[in-house]
């Protein structure tokens, strides 16, 4: 037991111990969340009878909604009458309830109002969860505690996705899903409520809803950092929509890649994620964050080649492992680093309205990717091809991009 203490200790950075309550709170909620997250939409209709149109218009307008959620999060976590604990107390609060609203769901409309809420209450979420964060850590700790939330999401919604499909096969009992995903989104405020006080740094000034926005939108560096950010969170949409509709119907000729396959490749795709989650952060801490995106965009652009490699060469199901593992340390490179340069550039008053332009970042590219890459492979075989060539060259705009921000960003420091 001693032995496994020490090797935690050796493990996990060293961060303030409410940074690993508020990782450990996300893990609960993620589990709800992947109980629900790939079965809904058969619920839905399978079984309530809802069309695929209707189902994806339920799914796409809570995206929207999820915009608004982090317009207003943003405005509140930085208001000296509300902050980052009470934001996230009703995000917890709204999640809940739209799991309740999507357990008693038999029509569209319910279902609607179900997804309206749900994307409402996690947009809430992420400019208070990743201010709170920035403000119990130093800056050279930050990559490591965005890398901690992120690798509790990570575990926590590949145990939902797990324990969903378990009991789903056992017993059938879809709406059970929806229950127990609002118990987990109940825990998480419990888990808030009782041992995290309010982290807002003391003496921000009173501003009106519209003004840090104003300030934040006119911010140039961090409008250029959003470009990039948008590009990234589109590459990250791509393995989650695109790539397995690739190497299904495109990879190795005709026949493609089978979906036992698939989920194989894919799940150790999740494994290694997780474990290089960490270490990454730690040995990318010596780098400036510009640098750090640029390792990420390097590795993006090798993992578009051999995707495009798995495809129109022999052994597609090494190409397509090969692909994947590289854009695993791609995103765990990304991920962290995006949100700990974004605080490091936001005037503390501001801190909560500058992470929301960041989580925005992720909305615009996961609605702009998918229909990108889906619309490539209605094309045919050159476009579907073509299209991860296409995404390889992005990468040299992006990486002249990151070299002038890393100067700017000196230039700013100095």
Request: proline fraction near 4%; aromatic fraction near 10%; glycine fraction near 14%.
């Amino acid at each position: 037991m001693a032995l496994l203490r020490r090797w935690l200790k050796g493990w996990l950075p060293d961060l303030d111990s409410r940074v690993g309550i508020l990782a450990g709170g996300r893990l609960l909620s993620q589990v709800g969340i992947g109980f629900t997250l790939f079965y809904a939409p058969i619920f839905f209709t399978e079984q309530v009878g809802l069309t695929a149109t209707q189902v994806g218009l339920g799914i796409g307008l809570g995206s929207v909604a999820g915009m608004a959620g982090r317009f207003l999060g943003g405005s509140l976590a930085d208001s000296p009458t509300v902050g980052r604990r009470p934001t996230l107390l009703g995000s917890a609060l709204v999640s809940a309830v739209a799991d309740g609203v999507l357990l008693l769901a038999n029509d569209f409309w319910i279902f609607l109002a179900g997804n309206l809420l749900m994307g409402f209450g996690v947009g809430l979420y992420w400019p208070a969860a990743e201010s709170m964060a920035a403000d119990i850590t130093t800056p050279e700790q930050r990559n490591e505690a965005y890398a901690l939330v992120r690798l509790a999401d990570t575990l926590g919604l590949g145990v939902g996705v797990i324990a969903g499909g378990a009991l789903i096969s056992l017993t059938g009992a879809y709406r059970a899903l929806f229950a127990i995903d609002g118990v987990t989104f109940l825990l998480f405020f419990t888990i808030i409520y009782v041992a995290i006080a309010e982290t807002r740094p003391a003496g921000n000034p009173a501003r009106s809803l519209l003004q840090g926005w104003g300030q934040a939108l006119t911010d140039t560096t961090l409008m250029v950092y959003a470009l990039v950010n948008v590009l990234f969170t589109g590459y990250l949409a791509q393995i989650q929509s695109t790539l397995p509709l690739y190497l299904n119907r495109f990879a190795g000729g005709e026949q493609g890649v089978s979906e036992g396959a698939l989920s194989l490749l894919f799940t150790g795709h999740v494994v290694l994620a997780a474990i290089a989650q960490l270490p990454m952060a730690r040995w990318l801490t010596r780098y400036r964050s510009a640098q750090g995106l640029m390792v990420s965009a390097l590795l993006w652009g090798v993992g578009f080649g051999l995707v495009w490699q798995s495809g129109t060469g022999n052994f597609p199901l090494v190409w397509g492992g090969l692909a994947l593992g590289v854009m695993a340390l791609a995103m765990v490179a990304y991920t962290p680093i995006g949100s700990a340069l974004v605080a490091a550039i936001a005037p503390e008053p501001l801190r909560g309205v500058y992470l929301s332009v960041n989580s925005m970042c992720w909305a615009v590219g996961y609605l702009i990717g998918p229909p990108l890459g889906g619309w490539a492979l209605d094309q045919g075989n050159a476009a579907a091809h073509g299209f991860w060539l296409g995404l390889m060259g992005t990468v040299v705009p992006a990486l002249a991009v990151l070299v002038w921000l890393d100067r700017r960003l000196r230039r700013r420091a100095s």
